[in-house]
């Protein structure tokens, strides 16, 4: 098999309602845009049908389907990862295998790269999401601006076009609990965004639930900043002289007025308050802790079971 011009990855987690119309859509729309092209699909751990469909559709594409089947569950993000590593494209497309992001709109993102951008951004014009996940979102993105200094109308979407430069930088990388489309801007030399649809999910519920958001934002906060950590040197700076007056007035008071009894629930009550963002500062620290951890464990990021590509089936193990 030849290099072909475009890659588009997609990550599947248990989709099987669909993944058929997926892959109908995203055929008609790539083989109008007449370029060569490859669909690899990672399957990350999927324990419905979907891992069927997808050997079936390789099967009747052998020239154009390429499976790498994960060996459990690694989440999106590494599962675009796993297909990052494997990609042969010039101009890599990533994309959902919900149909939220319409296959249609792939076309708009390669002329973008065909006009000199090394990776495109794009936002959803009209979000098709409950209102909790668009306002989450808003306020996640726009606390990602002010800390990273990463520039993103809808970090959220992943319907993007990357160059191969990109991809090849993201893949050196190495890191494991990322955001690609941060690292993917991180790296980008002449990116754009563009406009492009969004559709709800055609079948099943989004995998994310509210425990997954938070964590997926720490790992933006902290992969991509240091500003939560500063905010709480100074934080503690700031408590830290607050308390050195609070102490002096009380001292002068004392030797003025005599020893207080009243308030007594007032400084519980600051106490508390001061006990409460202490521990929170501490678990912003266990969040670096934690990832440095991670990275000097040096396991592998994802396993992969096997790849599955006309030509040989080849069985991997991690990824370094
Ligand atoms: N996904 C995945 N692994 C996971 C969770 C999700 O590969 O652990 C895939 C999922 O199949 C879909 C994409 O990532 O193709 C986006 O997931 P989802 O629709 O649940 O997220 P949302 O659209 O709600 O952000
Ligand atoms: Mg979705």
């Known amino acids: 098999m030849g290099r072909p011009l475009l890659s588009i990855a997609i990550p599947v987690y248990n ?7 997926l892959f109908t859509r995203l055929k008609t729309v790539l083989d109008d845009i007449d370029k060569s092209y490859e669909i690899i699909f990672t399957n990350d751990g999927s324990n419905d049908n979907s891992l069927t469909l997808l050997r079936h559709f390789q099967k009747c594409n052998p020239g154009t389907v390429r499976i790498i089947d994960l060996n459990g ?16 494209g010039e101009i890599i497309v990533t994309l959902d295998a919900d149909l939220q992001n319409p296959p ?16 495109v951004g794009s936002y959803r014009k009209r979000r098709e999401d409950n209102l909790f996940r668009c306002i989450a979102s808003r306020l996640f993105n726009f606390l990602r601006d002010l800390a990273t200094g990463i520039h993103m109308r809808d970090q959220g979407c992943m319907l993007r076009a990357y160059r191969r430069r990109i991809v090849d930088i993201i893949v050196a990388s190495g890191e494991r609990s990322t955001f690609i489309p941060a690292l993917a801007m991180s790296y980008a030399t ?23 958001l938070i964590r997926l934002n720490f ?14 040197t100074m934080f503690g700076m700031l408590v830290a002289s607050g308390s050195l007056l609070f102490v002096v007035y009380l001292f002068i008071r004392r030797l003025i007025i005599g020893p207080e009894a009243e308030g007594v629930f007032t400084l519980f009550a600051i106490l508390y308050l001061l006990i409460g963002i202490g521990i929170f500062c501490l678990g912003v620290i266990g969040e ?8 000097v464990r040096h396991r592998p990021r994802f396993v992969i079971r096997e790849v599955i590509e006309t030509g040989c089936t080849a069985t991997e193990n991690g990824d370094e």
């Open 15 to 21: 989709e099987d309602g669909n993944l058929e119309t």
């Open 73 to 88: 569950n690694f989440g999106q993000h590494m599962a675009v990862m796993a297909a990052f590593e494997q990609v042969r």
């Open 104 to 119: 249609e709109e792939i076309p708009k993102l390669i002329s973008a790269i065909e006009k000199g951008h090394d990776l």
């Open 190 to 212: 002449n990116p754009v965004e563009v406009e492009v649809d969004h559709e709800a999910r055609l079948t099943g519920k989004s995998r994310y639930r509210i425990y997954d």
């Open 219 to 232: 790992d933006i906060m902290t992969g991509f900043s240091m500003a939560p950590l500063q905010l709480v």
């Open 288 to 295: 670096y802790i934690g990832r440095i951890y991670q990275e």
